[in-house]
């Protein structure tokens, strides 16, 4: 069974840092663009950030440019994300994705992934 799980959420104040990670199991993604997304309370989910299977390429939203780091580590078969500077607006649910039909190309559609983590709550207080 293919999984993807992830952990590290929580709560932090404004400015504060959190890592977040995205274990995978039931197959090897390590060919794969990995990405993160989130959804915020009462707002669609959106695209935040993604890697190439390399780990050489990635590429963020706007949002977050600057202030989050997408890492992937392919022996763990684990994606990580780095949230440094965070703002009440970057509180939402959290989730990781992988896309099978891509390797370099990273997409931000979220009916080009595949394979979807339940999710991990992310909360930045005032």
């Known amino acids: 069974q293919v999984q993807l799980v992830e952990s590290g959420g929580g709560l932090v104040q404004a400015g504060g840092s959190l890592s977040v990670s995205c274990a995978a199991s039931?197959?090897?993604?390590?060919?794969?663009?990995m990405a993160w997304f989130r959804q915020p309370p009462g707002k669609e989910r959106e695209f935040v950030a993604g890697?190439?299977?390399?780990?050489?390429?990635?590429y963020y939203a706007d949002s977050v440019k600057g202030r989050f780091t997408i890492s992937r580590d392919n022996a763990k078969n684990t994606v990580y994300l780095q949230m440094n500077s965070l703002k009440p607006e970057d509180t939402a649910v959290y989730y990781c994705?992988?896309?099978?039909?891509?390797?370099?190309?990273?997409?931000?559609?979220?009916?080009?992934?595949?394979?979807w983590g339940q999710g991990t709550q992310v909360t930045v207080s005032l």
């Open positions: 039931g197959r090897t993604f390590s060919t794969n663009v």
């Open positions: 994705a992988a896309d099978l039909h891509h390797n370099v190309v990273i997409k931000t559609e979220i009916d080009k992934y595949d394979y």
């Open positions: 890697i190439n299977w390399s780990g050489g390429r990635t």
